[in-house]
């Protein structure tokens, strides 16, 4: 049970050029959400989906796109890099209330990916 | 909408106790209690639901007060392995599929 797995890890991009980050989950987690850590800002949250097909955008959307084309698996997208987008990404995953295992919805972190862009 | 930490940093010797307090402008349905550890993800430590419960395991408990949209996390006679920091997170009544996170208090226990 590998739990909520990122890649990759660490990546070093130019400003204007384009990656996918990927994250994927075996525990059948309906909610995945992708967030982003910068110093003195906490945890913010970037976009979500509630469920395979649907995504929708958090706290600081702008500049990311996501898809979740799959319910295993919730891709973040950044078409133009900046260096403000700089940071460590967090994906997470949770179960949804319909779901039977629910019990509140704690959220599941995969190891966190950390991005430069210059 | 993002839920406002304090104290941001606390230093601490082992043994002696701290509270970390978490407020909302807004309504909340419950509230969530993570601590990281550096280069670390996020791990989770309780969730309480509204209706004001408080709850706790070992030396680490926390309360939510629905009516004041605020919730504390108390640590007891600390120990070294509590250091990190300590994130609240918050689901707003009528959105509860996101967890809106503070800007975390950094807890630092020293021998």
């Known amino acids: 049970n590998a739990g909520v797995t990122q890649t990759p890890k660490f990546r070093v991009l130019k400003t204007g050029q384009s990656m996918t980050l990927l994250c994927a989950q075996d525990?059948?987690?309906?909610?995945m959400y992708w967030y982003r850590q910068d110093p003195g800002m906490g945890l913010r949250l970037i976009h979500y989906s509630v469920g395979e097909g649907t995504t929708a955008k958090g706290e600081v959307p702008d500049g990311y796109n996501v898809s979740r084309l799959k319910k295993q698996n919730f891709l973040l997208g950044l078409e133009s890099a900046a260096p403000s987008q700089t940071s460590v990404y967090f994906c997470a995953s949770s179960y949804s209330p319909g779901q039977e295992e629910y019990s509140g919805n704690t959220i599941y972190f995969g190891e966190g990916s950390w991005l430069t862009v210059v | 909408q993002q839920p406002v930490q304090s104290p941001q940093a606390v230093i601490l010797r082992e043994g002696e106790d701290a509270v970390i307090n978490c407020s909302s402008s807004?309504?909340?349905?419950?509230v969530h209690w993570y601590r990281q550890k550096h280069g670390e993800a996020p791990v989770f430590l309780m969730i309480?639901?509204?209706?004001?419960e408080q709850k706790g395991h070992d030396k680490i408990s926390a309360s939510f007060n629905e009516k004041k949209q605020q919730s504390s996390l108390y640590l007891t006679a600390s120990q070294l392995s509590y250091s990190g920091t300590y994130f609240c997170g918050t689901e707003i009544a009528g959105a509860t599929n996101k967890l809106i996170f503070g800007t975390g208090t950094l807890l630092a226990v020293q021998p």
């Open positions: 807004k309504a909340l349905y419950s």
């Open positions: 309480l639901l509204k209706g004001g």
């Open positions: 525990m059948n987690h309906e909610y």
